[in-house]
């Protein structure tokens, strides 16, 4: 069973999970991704791991949305590892380019994580004179090992620039310059994008449902 509704409060979940989670693996191999969500659920006391660290395999994501991929990705790794698994899926929405790369941003990257090509590649298909607006979207799935899982999603909106501008963040961060700011994701620090991202956007949801 998933659950999709933001607005969930599960009372029962909240208690199961302050009584018996001591860890729970980030199912992910990104490790900057894994980085992110470990500030994330410093506040919890959690033991956290990553399917990078137990050797879990990456499932297929053959899901058509956010919310598909990351609840494949979180079950697959509760399955695997008999522990609470958190997945992320997430990715950039350009409205110009009809939505892509959407859930296929890290494939724009290609096997090597190159995301230089991938931020040039979307440069160039961009028009002269195309809406620059963009946003990312994150999809966080939290699984149980019986299969239980809840799904909760946020969103950043801001515009595209070029050429790339800073090395913090990761994946497209450079060429996101988030509304209401000057600076790039890649510009941005740490715990500022912690604060305003479509991830801290989609934790603050799961946390108030589970950890609040």
Not at 114 to 127: C, G, P, V
Request: some cysteine.
């Amino acid at each position: 069973m998933c659950v999709t509704d933001p607005s969930v409060d599960d009372l029962k979940s909240k208690m199961q999970l302050r009584q018996s989670a001591q860890k729970i693996v980030i199912a992910s191999h990104n490790e900057g991704k894994v980085d992110e969500i470990r500030v994330l659920l410093s506040f919890t006391g959690l033991d956290v791991l990553s399917a990078k660290q137990l050797s879990l395999p990456e499932p297929v994501e053959d899901g058509k949305t956010f919310i598909a991929n990351a609840e494949i990705k979180a079950k697959t790794c509760a399955e695997k590892s008999g522990l609470l698994s958190l997945a992320d899926d997430s990715g950039l929405v350009v409205p110009a380019l009809g939505g892509a790369p959407g859930i296929y941003s890290a494939r724009w990257a290609g096997p090597q994580k190159d995301f230089y090509s991938a931020m040039t590649l979307l440069e160039n298909k961009l028009q002269p004179g195309d809406n620059r607006h963009a946003y990312f979207v994150c999809a966080l799935s939290l699984a149980r090992p019986d299969g239980t899982c809840y799904t909760y999603e946020g969103e950043v909106h801001g515009q595209l620039v070029w050429p790339p501008r800073g090395e913090l963040g990761f994946g497209y961060d450079p060429i996101f310059q988030p509304e209401g700011y000057d600076q790039t994701f890649g510009e941005i620090s740490p715990e500022l994008k912690h604060q305003i991202s479509h991830r801290a956007a989609a934790f603050r949801l799961l946390t108030n449902a589970h950890f609040g």
